[in-house]
């Protein structure tokens, strides 16, 4: 297993428990709703899409019977993957601005990016 599908894999749960938390702690009342968007990001860019990463990382390069020829590309993007992540939930959490969300939404637009070209170039490359 290469480092980024530990990391993807790891961080994943990470993101899945903390998400959980969260909702929680808005059931009861105890977060203001300002962070219902982070508590589904949360979930859904921090747990399933992380977890997508580190299963595609190590699988497709398997179905096809080839190397996969970038780790050190994967694991960048994983890492500004939770990087953006983070920046968008405490954007919204905080209160910090459409500004601060909307850089580090960049991050995690670049961190999609590079995840559906490194995919498409270990699916036809």
Same mark, same amino acid.
């Given at each position: 297993?290469? *480092? $980024?599908?530990?990391?993807?894999?790891?961080? $994943?749960?990470? %993101?899945?428990?903390?998400?959980?938390?969260? &909702?929680?702690? #808005?059931?009861?009342?105890?977060?203001?709703?300002?962070?219902? *968007?982070?508590?589904?990001?949360? =979930?859904?860019?921090?747990?399933?899409?992380?977890?997508? +990463?580190?299963?595609? +990382?190590? $699988?497709? *390069?398997?179905?096809?019977?080839?190397? !996969?020829?970038?780790?050190?590309?994967?694991?960048? =993007?994983?890492?500004? $993957?939770? #990087?953006?992540? #983070? &920046?968008?939930?405490?954007? %919204?959490?905080?209160?910090?601005?459409?500004?601060?969300?909307?850089?580090?939404?960049?991050?995690?637009?670049?961190?999609?990016?590079? !995840?559906?070209?490194?995919?498409?170039?270990?699916?036809?490359?």
């Amino acid at each position: 297993m290469i *480092p $980024a599908s530990r990391l993807a894999l790891t961080t $994943a749960l990470f %993101w899945f428990v903390a998400a959980n938390l969260a &909702g929680l702690l #808005l059931g009861l009342g105890v977060l203001p709703y300002t962070w219902r *968007p982070a508590h589904a990001h949360m =979930q859904l860019l921090g747990f399933v899409s992380l977890m997508i +990463y580190g299963v595609a +990382y190590h $699988a497709l *390069p398997r179905f096809r019977g080839v190397v !996969f020829r970038r780790p050190g590309l994967a694991l960048l =993007q994983v890492g500004l $993957a939770n #990087l953006g992540l #983070l &920046g968008m939930v405490l954007a %919204w959490g905080l209160g910090l601005g459409r500004v601060v969300w909307g850089a580090f939404a960049g991050f995690s637009f670049a961190a999609g990016l590079l !995840f559906a070209w490194m995919a498409w170039e270990i699916l036809w490359g």
